[in-house]
């Protein structure tokens, strides 16, 4: 039979939790809501890089000098990476918004980077509601 002696160098047991009491009335439910906006807002630049380099090959097809345009698209690709990468800061919203307005401004190398642009920008628009419904307290 086990010894159920307490054992000194064991620490004792964590005491139970408190009652459970009603809900916080400023807290949207999720655990770190600003923490899933902004992976969010990384994954929505993540796709995007990756939309803006799978435009590359149909660029060079279309347009007969299309190195403007490639040029274009990789420094928008890296910078869609960069700020993927420093989700955390809180200029990159602001940022994130700059990145929109120039894809949609591409629109003078070939309309579809407009197209590409406004739909981003209502992807961006999006996840920027979201950071701001989840900062709010929820309805009940």
Do not use: N
Request: aromatic share 8%; hydrophobic share 55%; charged share 20%.
């Amino acid at each position: 039979m086990a010894d159920r002696r307490p054992d000194p160098e064991r620490p004792e047991p964590e005491t139970a939790e408190a009652p459970w009491s009603e809900p916080d009335a400023t807290r949207s439910g999720l655990r770190d809501p600003a923490r899933a906006a902004r992976s969010l807002a990384a994954m929505a630049l993540a796709f995007e890089a990756l939309a803006l380099l799978l435009a590359i090959v149909p660029m060079r097809m279309i347009l007969d000098d299309a190195t403007g345009a490639i040029v274009a698209v990789l420094v928008l690709t890296v910078a869609c990476v960069v700020l993927a990468g420093m989700a955390r800061r809180p200029w990159v919203w602001a940022a994130g918004a700059v990145v929109q307005v120039a894809l949609i401004a591409c629109w003078a190398l070939h309309w579809s980077l407009g197209v590409a642009g406004i739909v981003f920008a209502l992807v961006w628009a999006y996840c920027w509601y979201v950071k701001t419904a989840l900062g709010r307290p929820p309805k009940r």
